[in-house]
């Protein structure tokens, strides 16, 4: 038989829900060029009030910071294989999300910056946490054979920064972004390419006077 009293959701389950939805308008916000994103703006656009934005968020900082670890949290969870791809495909599966990840950061991590001051740990740190969750996909991929093996995992990174970066629209960026990755796979062994160089190292110096 019925109580015949009336069940409510928990108070946790009701402010998960509001902080979900606060961050989630806040990465549409932050993701719009046009938008002045204001905590005013992330209140009206989340569907709730200045306390409860503030009650989550206590100020600017703690809003981008959080915005920030969970879109890193989302990237290291990528990481992973099935055994279903080959290795490298893998690595390069996630490496494009990387690609699609720094557009949509760059205005928080400037601002993040702008609010933490220099030499905050938290933006470093947050990168520490990519290259742990990756660095298994490259160990995999270049013992696969798969990808070239004179590349840590640090350099793939500053490459990705480099060209996603570029100012210009996806159609400019994209054969860039394809032609880098296209540049880590081995399509050939490096003791031929070497040789390949080498021999036309002695073809130049034959040419010269």
């Known amino acids: 038989m019925a109580s015949g009293k009336t069940t409510f959701p928990s108070r946790r389950a009701a402010a998960e829900r509001n902080r979900d939805k606060i961050l989630s308008a806040a990465r549409d916000a932050f993701a719009d060029p046009a938008a002045e994103v204001s905590m005013a703006e992330v209140a009206r656009r989340a569907g709730v009030g200045m306390a409860t934005l503030y009650r989550n968020f206590p100020g600017r900082r703690e809003l981008l910071e959080a915005l920030y670890a969970d879109e890193v949290d989302a990237l290291c969870a990528a990481a992973v294989t099935d055994g279903a791809q080959p290795a490298g495909t893998a690595l390069i599966t996630w490496l494009r999300r990387q690609f699609a990840f720094i557009p949509s950061k760059r205005q928080i991590v400037a601002e993040l910056l702008k609010h933490a001051g220099p030499g905050d740990p938290a933006i ?82 034959a040419r010269q006077p």
């Open 124 to 205: 470093p740190s947050h990168r520490a946490r990519a290259l742990a969750a990756g660095r298994p996909l490259l160990t995999a991929a270049q013992n696969a054979g798969e990808i070239r093996d004179d590349l840590s995992l640090e350099q793939i990174f500053d490459l990705i920064v480099a060209i996603a970066t570029i100012d210009g629209p996806p159609e400019y960026l994209e054969p860039i972004i394809e032609a880098m990755l296209d540049g880590l796979r081995w399509t050939g062994s490096r003791d031929a390419a070497g040789g390949a160089r080498q021999a036309g190292n002695v073809t130049a110096a």
